[in-house]
C-alpha cells in the first residue's frame, strides 16, 4: 500500500521545521520552502475542529 499523501506532507514538513529549528531560518532554498509550506497548510487546515492541524501545530509554533 502506497504511503498516505498526507504522511508524505508531514515527513517533508518536518523535515523542514528540523531545518529551520536547527539553522535558525538561515534563509537558504528549504527555509523558503518551509514558509510556503507552513502558509499552504494553515491555509489549507487551518479551519478549527482539524485534528490533522492539531497535530502539527505544536512542531509549527517551536519553530516559528
Ligand atoms: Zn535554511
Redesign the pocket.
Known amino acids: 500500500m502506497a504511503p498516505n499523501e498526507s504522511d508524505i506532507l508531514r515527513e517533508q514538513l518536518e523535515y523542514l521545521i528540523e ?2 529549528a536547527r ?1 535558525g ?4 532554498s ?2 523558503q520552502r518551509y514558509g510556503r509550506a507552513r502558509s499552504i497548510l494553515l491555509e489549507v487546515f487551518g479551519e478549527p475542529g482539524n485534528a490533522k492541524v492539531r497535530e502539527i501545530e505544536p512542531s509549527l509554533a517551536k519553530a516559528a
Not at 25 to 28: A, E, F, K, Q, T
Open positions: 531545518h529551520t539553522e531560518r538561515c534563509g537558504c528549504e527555509c
